[in-house]
RNA sequence: CAGGGUGUAGCUCAGCUUGGUAGAGCGGCGGCUUUGGGAGCCGCAAGUCGCAGGUUCGAAUCCUGUCGCCCUGACCA
């Protein structure tokens, strides 16, 4: 830095020394807004409580959907699409499902508009029967399987639908709540309990596998507490991430439904002895959540980190073009060297490159890439051109500690680098992770685990601490109720064995009331 | 829906108490200068001051009403 640039620094103060302000530690919730908004994934709109997803964003729901809908394929699921406007009738027909779901239901009753008479519209043509926007659609789909499904060999029955979604909420934040959102929900019907379990935790496991592969998001999968369960689920499955902030992020959900759904629209069927069977039915999903996930479990005080695997570029080709002199040779040799690039594949896929012509000075371009998260920067001029070199920033290292590599070295190794940049990602994620969980067996513990300290912050500032407990729980609703009360901490889940937590094998007591327990749950605060 | 705040240029805001007819920074555009870097200088464009009434010779400023948005709560993928 010249001298003259830090006693500008020096007068103004207001250069900052990261991308992104504040920085993680010193708010949170504001750093993941801004990050949003300067990694240009998405922005608030005119319509209150939704969002406009932009074209770096939107990318990267198109890299989760092609992931998840391979993965839904390859489990036998089919895709469909069933209407956005559910009968308000239907919503009725199961109580607990309209209870969950009925505050935050956003309601068509009219469908025209005439002149008011002051230059204006207003709505006219009262509809007969309301029509609710879908806040989730087991109701249409169960009402359109129940006509599906005659015999026992229409089953099972495998849907899935790539939709948006409704839910009327009050306070939203960008991806993590948002009025209106897209997602994908599977609905599914069996001819027996065993199988509809199975097919529940078939798809949690799908899930699992996809946010840690894709992702590169370690969760814990569990089930839910009956408080926690999702409106007319018998069980509520769920997979769980740790954010930055040691807040829990529920990212993706699966419910085994029972026979609640079936009976309640006639989902039924013929038996091999002719005898009639209530359908045993799930659902499951994930939404653009997802997106707010990876931000705030891969961002830094920069901007966003792009897993490699789901980012809409992976490479980005910053030419070196001042020099007029030298301006067309260096063009021939960026656009060699990404028709080089594309020709290799990462992921089963050509390794996706962008070559950045935007007549921008060199800083703010880079600068640019390194917020949004673009895993690679490769900027070529004069002098790599002259060595055979490319010049490369790695957005997983600082943005000083760039280095030059060999052309063909680097083309060479792409998918190797791609790769252990993905790795790298999830490893540092589960360190952080396994570093926030803590075994706790006494309460007095547990209430300074989540109670924040006196340097956690200043006025107005989100704390950072806590993380994730696991205790002896005995599943008391108005326990867990007053602990959340308490502390505004919850049951992310009861995890499911197996997955390496710690202390999970031994019974023990419950911390709060010495009641006896099987296993342990895992206690967050949650977004 | 309850409590608090706020609406002025694309964005962030100043001006309002003490009415006289609109400002800054950033961004945009252009020029010059720079060039492996979020640079500098000069210039230009851009606002019926949320909306509707009222007071006044005159309203961004005072009064009344109204709408939107933000924060805090209950709810939540």
Request: glycine fraction near 8%; hydrophobic fraction near 35%; proline fraction near 5%.
């Amino acid at each position: 830095m010249s001298e003259q640039k830090k006693k500008q620094q020096q007068k103004s103060g207001q250069k900052p020394k990261t991308a992104i302000q504040p920085t993680r530690v010193e708010n949170y919730a504001e750093w993941y807004q801004q990050v949003v908004k300067a990694a240009d994934m998405a922005e608030t709109s005119a319509v209150r409580g939704c969002m406009v997803i932009k074209p770096w964003g939107y990318a990267v729901w198109e890299n989760i959907q092609r992931g998840l809908d391979d993965m839904f394929k390859a489990t036998g699921h089919q895709n469909a699409y069933f209407p956005l406007f559910i009968p308000l009738s239907y919503l009725e027909k199961e109580a607990q499902h309209v209870e969950g779901f009925a505050k935050e239901c956003a309601v068509v009753t009219h469908h025209r508009l005439e002149p008011d008479g002051e230059g204006g519209l207003k709505p006219a043509g009262e509809l007969d029967e309301p029509l609710v926007v879908r806040p989730t659609s087991e109701m249409i789909i169960g009402a359109t399987f129940a006509k599906w499904i005659e015999s026992w060999r229409d089953l099972p029955l495998l849907i899935n639908q790539w939709a948006n979604v409704v839910r009327w909420e009050m306070r939203t934040r960008l991806f993590l709540r948002t009025a209106e959102f897209l997602w994908q929900e599977g609905h599914t019907a069996h001819a027996t309990e065993k199988e509809a379990v199975e097919e529940t935790l078939q798809m949690l496991e799908v899930y699992r596998t996809f946010a840690t592969d894709w992702l590169a998001m370690p969760v814990i999968t569990g089930e839910k507490t009956e408080g926690e369960r999702f409106p007319g689920a018998e069980n509520t499955y769920c997979i769980e991430g740790m954010m930055q902030d040691r807040k829990a992020l529920q990212a993706g959900t699966s419910h085994f439904l029972g026979q609640n759904f079936s009976k309640a629209q006639e989902i039924c069927f013929a038996d091999a002895n002719t005898d009639k069977q209530y359908a045993w039915t799930t659902s499951w999903g994930v939404s653009t959540r997802l997106i707010g996930g990876l931000i705030m479990t891969h961002g830094d005080d920069d901007g966003m980190i792009m897993p490699p695997r789901v980012a809409p570029s992976h490479i980005v080709i910053l030419p070196v073009l001042h020099k007029e002199e030298t301006r067309e040779a260096v063009l021939e040799y960026c656009n060699k060297l990404a028709a080089d690039l594309r020709a290799k594949s990462y992921d089963g896929r050509p390794v996706r490159v962008e070559l950045d012509l935007r007549d921008l000075r060199g800083g703010e371009k880079s600068w640019q890439w390194i917020k949004r998260g673009a895993p690679l920067r490769v900027e070529v001029g004069p002098r790599d051109m002259e060595n055979d070199a490319v010049f490369v920033g790695r957005r997983d290292r600082g943005h000083k500690e760039k280095e030059t590599i060999g052309r063909e070295t680097f083309i060479d190794g792409i998918s190797d680098m791609l790769a252990e940049m993905q790795e790298g990602l999830l490893e540092r994620a589960r360190a952080h992770r396994d570093e926030n969980i803590r075994i706790i067996d006494d309460k007095d513990e547990f209430y300074a685990f989540f109670t924040p300290g006196e340097n956690a912050g200043g006025k107005g500032v989100v704390p950072i601490h806590g993380g994730f407990a696991m205790t002896h729980f005995c599943g008391d609703v108005a326990l867990e109720e007053q602990i959340k009360k308490d502390l505004g901490v919850t049951v992310r889940c009861i995890p499911t064995r197996g997955q390496g937590l710690p202390g999970q094998d031994e019974p023990g007591t419950c911390p709060f009331n010495g009641q006896e327990s099987t296993t342990r749950v895992v206690w967050a605060k949650s977004y």
